[in-house]
């Protein structure tokens, strides 16, 4: 099936923010690499930003639907946890460019925070914030701020999955295996404890 324009431009430039992140990313970038003019870009997305905020809404929709998935799986609130994280540790490359926009959006935010009228990552964190939320209604996980968890486990997991090609070069297969599964060991156990 053939991708119409707008969502080859969609696509493309989910790619380029996930690698460059906005400020390194133009609409020249994405237009160029479609093979579109950028005024053929700008038909469909009439600025950089607009562009940016369709990314992260799909990017978005993404998430929010691996949490439905997870929570449509098992209704042990730890399970679902473990889940969650495990399918962000082990991602395919649309799920990782997903995970490195989330990553990239949350730190390179600031300027753009101060304009921003829709913030298309608050339904995935409070989804999973929800989660953590049951779990602790139901005696699982300390009574800590269940924010502060889900933040806690995001950080190591996106710091993991995104320094993943540094570790390729820096391991060999066997060391980088064994990295995963002790990394999945002690989040689990984070989770679990």
């Known amino acids: 099936m053939k991708l119409k324009t707008k969502d080859k431009l969609l696509s493309t430039a989910t790619i380029l923010f996930s690698k460059?992140?906005?400020?390194?990313?133009s609409i020249n970038d994405v237009a160029a690499e479609v093979s579109v003019s950028k005024q053929g870009l700008l038909h469909h997305f009439p600025s950089k930003e607009k562009l940016?905020?369709?990314v992260l809404a799909q990017a978005a929709h993404h998430l929010v639907e691996?949490?439905?998935?997870?929570?449509?799986?098992s209704d042990d609130a730890q399970v679902q946890l473990f889940a969650l994280f495990s399918k962000m540790t082990c991602a395919d490359e649309?799920?990782?460019r997903v995970i490195i926009l989330l990553m990239r959006e949350l730190l390179d935010n600031r300027e753009r925070a101060e304009q921003a009228h829709k913030w298309f990552l608050r339904p995935f964190l409070?989804?999973?914030v929800?989660?953590?939320?049951?779990?602790?209604?139901?005696g699982y996980f300390k009574e800590q701020s269940p924010f502060a968890f889900v933040y806690h486990l995001l950080g190591a997991t996106q710091y993991y999955v995104v320094s993943r090609p540094t570790l390729d070069k820096l391991y060999t297969r066997e060391e980088r295996e064994l990295h995963e599964k002790q990394h999945m060991e002690m989040l689990k156990g984070i989770i679990f404890d």
Do not use: P
């Open 20 to 25: 460059n992140g906005f400020y390194g990313t």
């Open 52 to 54: 940016y905020a369709a």
């Open 66 to 73: 691996l949490v439905q998935e997870i929570k449509a799986e």
């Open 130 to 138: 929800g989660i953590v939320t049951s779990g602790q209604q139901h």
């Open 94 to 96: 649309e799920r990782l």
């Open 126 to 128: 409070d989804g999973v």
